[in-house]
């Protein structure tokens, strides 16, 4: 919304929210309810609860938004739900060799980016289908952390980036990916001094996090700074929108 300047409407906004909890949850933690049902954990149960919630302000918000945000989101929430329910040779989409990673990116690339354009534009530009590209190499590039921390524990039938190339070709690859990501916003026909600003600087930083991923890495390396950079470009983008101008 930020990048293409569309006004914050709390109803979208709202969707989001509360669906991408609900997804999450649901991909999350639906495996452990359904072995442990009869046991659950004090904690397991206060997540239901708390997605049975969550489930509840989904559909409020969902008669609030528009057609095509509803076609659009339920195209993702098939993808998001095959994740995790088998459908082929009682395999899921995450099972499916090397696929995982960019199933993820492409849910991602559609409900940062598709779902505000559909809710506000009636057509596709040029512009959106690159910035949906960059999204979706940019959260390919996020993950690569994920999978660095998770290899000594992931099934070698994920076929993951660090199982099939290795750390160190993984790590360049990301880097690869992050100057393609900025040499794309050079082809888009209107270009924000803000966003080009705020992107240069959450790819350095997305860059780092990546080059000092490892296998042994604090819980916290992955689960809270590199889950909260999308946070943090969102919030250096506001501030750089609202407090600054950059000719």
Request: hydrophobic fraction near 55%; charge should be positive.
């Amino acid at each position: 919304m930020y990048e293409f300047n569309f006004a914050l409407e709390k109803s979208l906004l709202g969707f989001i929210f509360f669906a991408t909890i609900t997804g999450y949850n649901f991909v999350k933690y639906a495996g452990i309810a359904g072995l442990h049902h009869r046991s659950l954990a004090k904690n397991l149960k206060l997540i239901q609860l708390f997605s049975l919630l969550s489930f509840g302000f989904f559909l409020f918000y969902l008669f609030q938004v528009s057609k095509p945000v509803i076609v659009t989101s339920t195209i993702l929430g098939v993808l998001t739900l095959l994740y995790v329910v088998p459908f082929y040779n009682q395999k899921n989409l995450r099972n499916l060799y090397g696929l995982k990673v960019f199933i993820v990116a492409l849910v991602w690339a559609g409900v940062t980016v598709l779902l505000p354009w559909v809710h506000f534009e009636p057509t596709f530009s040029a512009d959106i289908w690159i910035s949906f590209l960059q999204r979706f190499l940019w959260v390919l590039v996020l993950i690569i952390p994920f999978e660095i921390r998770d290899l000594q524990y992931d099934s070698v039938s994920l076929g993951t980036l660090p199982q099939k190339f290795g750390i160190q070709k993984s790590k360049k690859l990301g880097y690869f990916l992050l100057a393609l990501i900025l040499l794309l916003e050079g082809f888009k026909d209107d270009i924000s001094s803000e966003f080009l600003f705020s992107l240069t600087v959450m790819l350095m930083i997305t860059g780092i996090f990546v080059k000092l991923s490892r296998k042994n890495q604090p819980a916290i390396y992955t689960s809270f700074w590199v889950e909260g950079i999308p946070i943090y470009w969102a919030c250096f983008l506001m501030i750089l929108k609202n407090y600054f101008f950059i000719s």
